[in-house]
């Protein structure tokens, strides 16, 4: 078999996948978040967190609730690390230092999980298991909560009320993904995945020294670290490690897990607003963004230019041979389309035009189908943006489901899609411009400005992954990226909530022929083509300084 037949089998292994589970989970995510009763372990909850479930938010109390809840996180993350080498468990690594610790902790609570460090090598099971891989679960809890805030905001009329983020975001973690990461772990534990909390061993020589490994509850962990769209490895190479990922059906599953609740989000939307369709028009336009990055990610990948690609059957550097191009292709554009950022494979050693995709991808916001969450509220909001450009074009006030998109809705809209482009934008300029930042690039020209472009991408756009070449543990990377990712995810989450807020309050606007059918193709159609030329306008001019002048120079 061809590895190229290889990888469309593949692929349309993963749709028929992630239909099947479709419908089911986005059904039981919509009960989940429009049910009024409470399970026993969640009354403990509340009880303990002194939460009242059944008390109606308005966005601003919805707002507190989020950043209270994450800045304490971010609080307790950074002591843990700064006291790991005081703790049981720690395997005998010191603290972590301070730059670090803040980078990781603001890392993990923004569902971004980019790691400046090797896991194997820096963090003990305490940390691993009490700190991050807690994160994992409750950071894509707020994610999700914020979305369901919005689709409220459509919903609702004549209110201002969202729901309860205390609420919302323990249903999330105790009915959503801590079920789906038990039968996660138990099928990659099957797989081969290791599960234990053993210490260091010694597992023969390499290159004239002693290799060491550590064990870890590693299967529990990438199973929500994929489920989460979280990507943080337990260890330095992350799924590329076969620990983690031990072998091809293992791949295969975890690009599933990590693609599985944002896609089913669309059906969770449409149930709660009351029109299936709507939800089918928004899965559309991300799985036709999903698809056409992957087949572009193939041509370049598999692409044959010289005697060395022939030989191997395309770009392998930087891949695995048990996984091979295709599915890596698969993995690489999915966890950036999304917000996971986990990796199989060396993203700086994809083609020129293979690493300008997976840069592209995270610069669309990672809405094709993005992250837990903030895949479909980013969509959404780019949905509005598209309903007002049909407006203007047809000269009638924009509506979206019923609600008028007026100044106040567009103005928030337009702060959503600006604030992420000016982080990535003006961080990189200043890497670039001071004289220290550089001196982390492994390589010079195209390539190393691209390794600068990627780290602020992913940081601002929560997804994590890097090209790996550049050194990030130094004092400037730690701490500009680490702003980068909290202000990269909860500022946005002040103008989605506003604008759920806004839309809640409205009356609805009855239909007419003159209303434009969001449920069709052709909205599907215009809705892709907005996101292309939204984001090709905004990143063109980095992206022909990196990716694109290396790819057309090679």
């Known amino acids: 078999m061809s590895p190229e037949l290889a990888g469309v089998l593949q692929l349309l292994a993963l749709i028929a996948a992630l239909a099947l589970a479709y419908r089911p989970l986005g059904d039981h995510m919509a009960r989940v978040y429009s049910s009024d009763k409470h399970l026993r372990v969640e009354k403990w909850i509340y ?300 993203h700086s050693s994809n083609t020129g035009l293979g690493g300008g995709l997976n840069l592209l991808g995270m610069q669309l916001g990672e809405i094709a189908p993005g992250g837990v969450g903030s895949g479909l509220y980013g969509m959404l909001i780019m949905a509005i943006i598209a309903v007002f450009i049909a407006g203007l074009m047809v000269g009638r006030t924009p509506e979206y489901l019923g609600k008028k998109i007026g100044t106040r809705q567009i103005k928030l809209a337009a702060c959503y899609i600006l604030i992420t482009p000016a982080l990535v934008l003006v961080f990189t300029a200043f890497a670039m411009a001071l004289p220290t930042p550089a001196n982390s690039m492994t390589n010079s020209g195209a390539h190393g400005f691209s390794e600068i472009l990627y780290a602020y991408t992913s940081g601002a756009n929560n997804n994590g992954s890097a090209f790996a070449g550049l050194n990030a543990d130094t004092q400037w990377f730690n701490t500009t990226i680490g702003l980068a990712m909290l202000l990269g995810r909860f500022l946005p989450m002040v103008f989605v909530l506003a604008l759920a807020g806004s839309l809640a309050e409205q009356t609805p606007v009855p239909a007419t022929a003159g209303t434009l059918r969001t449920e069709k193709p052709l909205f599907t159609g215009l809705l892709v083509g907005a996101i292309l030329i939204i984001t090709g306008l905004t990143y063109f001019p980095a992206l022909a300084l990196g990716p694109l002048a290396e790819g057309l120079a090679t």
Request: charged share 10%.
């Open 47 to 346: 009880r303990g967190i002194g939460a009242n479930p059944n008390t109606e938010m308005r966005w601003l109390a919805y707002l507190r609730g989020v950043l209270a809840f994450s800045a304490v996180s971010v609080l307790f993350l950074y002591v843990l690390q700064r006291v790991q080498g005081s703790l049981p468990g720690s395997l005998g690594f010191a603290s972590i230092d301070p730059d670090q610790a803040f980078s990781t902790a603001a890392s993990f609570v923004s569902n971004t999980n980019w790691q400046s460090y090797s896991g194997e090598q820096a963090m003990g099971h305490v940390v691993q298991t009490g700190g991050l891989a807690v994160q994992n679960f409750v950071s894509s809890a707020v994610g999700i909560a914020v979305a369901v805030a919005l689709v409220r905001g459509f919903a609702r009329s004549r209110t201002g009320e969202l729901g309860n983020f205390w609420a919302d975001m323990v249903r999330g973690v105790v009915r959503i993904l801590l079920p789906l990461s038990v039968v996660a772990a138990i099928v990659l534990v099957a797989c081969g995945a290791i599960q234990n909390f053993s210490g260091i061993h010694e597992v023969g020589q390499f290159m004239g020294g002693s290799q060491q490994w550590n064990g870890g509850a590693v299967a529990s962990q990438e199973a929500v670290k994929e489920i989460g769209t979280n990507g943080g490895g337990y260890f330095n190479a992350n799924s590329a490690h076969p620990f983690e990922n031990p072998g091809p059906f293992s791949n295969l599953f975890e690009i599933f897990l990590l693609l599985l609740i944002p896609f089913s989000l669309t059906r969770t939307f449409g149930r709660m607003v009351g029109s299936l369709r709507q939800g089918y028009a928004i899965l559309a336009t991300m799985a036709t963004i999903w698809i056409g990055f992957i087949c572009l990610m193939w041509w370049t990948e598999f692409a044959h230019h010289g005697t060395a690609f022939e030989i191997a059957g395309g770009a392998m550097e930087g891949k695995e041979q048990r996984f091979g191009i295709g599915a890596s292709s698969i993995f690489s554009i999915s966890t950036t389309l999304t917000s996971t950022g986990a990796v199989d494979s060396f």
